[in-house]
């Protein structure tokens, strides 16, 4: 009255394929398969930021907070020109 033993499981493996069919059975498990890998997928782009960040020693008028100094120049931009 325990547990349940592999005939019992067997037996419910058998009811099920013959109730549902093999191929509804296959088309159920490549639904849940792409299911999970598209969870999984979801998880890894929902961990990286949305926007890029910028380096903490560059500033630019873009990402200056409104009432910001506006005569910092940026050094490494002066460089390239």
Do not use: Y
């Not at 013959?18 to 059975?25: A, C, E, I, M, N």
């Not at 890894?44 to 008028?61: L, N, R």
Request: charged share 20%; glycine share 14%; aromatic share 6%.
């Amino acid at each position: 009255m325990g547990s349940f033993s592999i005939w019992h499981w067997l037996v419910v493996l058998l009811i099920v394929v013959l109730v549902f069919g093999t191929k509804k059975l296959k088309n159920i498990g490549g639904d849940l398969g792409g299911a999970v890998k598209g969870f999984k997928d979801g998880m890894k782009d929902g961990s990286a930021p949305e926007t890029p960040v910028p380096p903490a020693g560059q500033v630019t008028s873009s990402t200056a907070a409104p009432g910001a100094d506006k005569t910092t120049i940026d050094v490494e931009a002066r460089n390239k020109s």
